[in-house]
């Protein structure tokens, strides 16, 4: 998953530090704690909804509270914190999200756990962009890539050990032990920060009518719809991956390597996306992908219906799910690029919110969905993909 780099969140001036390239580990600690804080509530849904008494698809409304939040909230974040010392932004956005983190680890009650997903939400949508930012400020140009290389790190070690990882410590210690476990990540990271980040200035304020005014170009409101579409096609059946799995045979002490063969084909697909994108284009990667992703939960609905246990294959078929769900993200980006080359970093922030957009509706999705059989849920996200494909087709020009 591609770090946005928000319009009217640009990287401040360059600052002359010998270790900025060093300093940047921390921001991937960061990125790492919040894209874990955005995944892990997939692996131990059926806990939650057991504690909190209540149904499986109520569950999942903590994923799309989340998704949506995070999506809605991003632009009218970055307005509103833009003239805040980047330092301070960052330290307490982790705060934040530590103490939401802490605070859906102590709920009571679902409703209460819902309202600490928001303001969870919220904190990661105030850290993420402006790590990036501060990432390219903190070292020279020629070295910016590589900056930008290791926060992105955080979010792809996060996509592939996350979800696996809080369903491992959830077996052994219970789902409100694995929320600690991210509040403590987000603390040692909000420490870090503010003892290695350099201080650096806030931003000019760009007002929020500005920032969407971009969407009146009818080439840029063309591409996005389909981050939305394909995300959802991707996420209708990741919420519930955990029982979906199950359905398919997969025992409990196995579903972390399978999700963690998920978490490897996302890193591949995303990184494989960039080199293909500029060798191919990104129609052709996108095609491909969307392909891949309508075959894989195809495969998975046709296996759901027959009632086979394959683990082998569930295996290499969630490898393929990971890489479709996300080679889209890089291919979209240099649409959108070309489309608005003067607000690149407006279209890629939007691009953003669209992917959390996406995964909340197919979190919404697949909740409904799931109540008439893990058959019915992973064809209708198949036949998204496929809907994707067509739309990509359509408005490829």
């Not at 605070?103 to 969870?120: D, Q």
């Not at 996509?159 to 410590?169: D, M």
């Not at 490898?319 to 608005?340: D, K, V």
Request: aromatic fraction near 6%; charged fraction near 10%.
């Amino acid at each position: 998953m591609s770090i946005p780099v928000k319009a009217g969140s640009a990287a401040p001036a360059h600052v002359a530090d010998r270790n900025g390239l060093r300093r940047t580990g921390i921001l991937a600690l960061g990125t790492f704690a919040v894209g874990t804080d955005s995944f892990i509530l997939a692996g131990f849904l059926p806990d939650v909804a057991g504690t909190l008494d209540v149904s499986l698809a109520g569950a999942g409304l903590a994923v799309t509270v989340f998704a949506a939040t995070y999506a809605l909230g991003s632009p009218v974040l970055a307005t509103l914190t833009a003239r805040l010392a980047r330092r301070t932004l960052l330290v307490s956005a982790l705060l934040v999200l530590a103490l939401a983190n802490l605070g859906s680890a102590l709920a009571p009650a679902f409703g209460i756990l819902l309202a600490t997903r928001i303001v969870a939400a919220l904190g990661a949508a105030a850290f993420t962009p402006n790590a990036a930012a501060v990432a390219s400020a903190l070292v020279p140009p020629r070295a910016r890539a590589r900056a930008l290389a290791v926060v992105v790190g955080g979010l792809t070690v996060a996509t592939a050990l996350g979800v696996p990882l809080g369903q491992q410590v959830t077996e052994r210690m219970g789902w409100r032990s694995a929320l600690i476990g991210v509040a403590v990540v987000c603390a040692v990271a909000a420490a870090g920060v503010a003892a290695w980040v350099p201080a650096l200035p806030g931003n000019p304020v760009v007002p929020l009518a500005t920032r969407l005014a971009v969407l009146r170009d009818r080439s840029v409101a063309a591409v996005l719809p389909l981050t939305v579409l394909g995300m959802g096609a991707a996420y209708t059946g990741y919420a519930y991956a955990v029982p979906a799995l199950g359905a398919l045979g997969i025992g409990a002490s196995d579903t972390a390597w399978v999700l963690g063969l998920y978490g490897v084909g996302a890193i591949a697909g995303n990184l494989s996306s960039g080199y293909a994108t500029d060798r191919f284009g990104p129609v052709a990667v996108l095609t491909s992908g969307y392909a891949l992703m309508a075959g894989s939960l195809g495969a998975m609905a046709v296996l759901a219906s027959t009632g086979a246990r394959l683990p082998v294959l569930v295996g290499v078929l969630a490898l393929g799910w990971g890489a479709a769900t996300w080679c889209q993200t890089p291919a979209q980006q240099h649409r959108l690029i070309a489309a608005a080359p003067a607000e690149s970093g407006l279209v890629v922030a939007l691009n953003a919110s669209c992917i959390y957009l996406g995964i909340g509706a197919g979190s919404v999705l697949g909740g409904v969905t799931l109540g008439h059989g893990v058959t019915v849920m992973f064809g209708v996200a198949a036949a998204l993909a496929l809907a994707a494909l067509g739309y990509l087709r359509v408005t490829a020009r």
